[in-house]
Nanobody, 126 residues
Framework: QVQLVESGGGLVQAGDSLRLSCAAS????????MGWFRQAPGKEREFVAAISWSGGSTSYADSVKGRGTISRDNAKNTVYLQMNTLKPEDTAVYYC???????????????????WGQGTQVTVSS
């Protein structure tokens, strides 16, 4: 059974940092593109960051550019999202996503991902 399990969320203050992790199991994700999305209450799920299968290419939403860093450790089948200088508007459930196709490039649309985690809550207080 394919699983993506996020961790690292929590309640933090504005200006703090968090590192989210996404551990994959059930199949290897070391050869597929991965991404992070988030969904705030009453809003649609939105793209946050994506990384190619090799880790050589990354893409970020304008809202996190300069504050977020996506990375991956293929040996551990794990993807990370480092978020710095957090703002109250970053409050959301953060989801990890994995593509189905091997050796794919960056994917920024949710429809391009086949596998999703259950999400981890990030709450930023002002």
């Amino acid at each position: 059974q394919v699983q993506l399990v996020e961790s690292g969320g929590g309640l933090v203050q504005a200006g703090d940092s968090l590192r989210l992790s996404c551990a994959a199991s059930g199949r290897t994700f070391s050869n597929v593109a991965m991404g992070w999305f988030r969904q705030a209450p009453g809003k649609e799920r939105e793209f946050v960051a994506a990384i190619s299968w090799s880790g050589g290419s990354t893409s970020y939403a304008d809202s996190v550019k300069g504050r977020g860093t996506i990375s991956r450790d293929n040996a551990k089948n794990t993807v990370y999202l480092q978020m710095n200088t957090l703002k109250p508007e970053d409050t959301a459930v953060y989801y990890c996503a994995g593509a189905a196709a091997w050796f794919g490039g960056i994917k920024i649309r949710a429809i391009e991902y086949a596998y999703w985690g259950q999400g981890t809550q990030v709450t930023v207080s002002s």
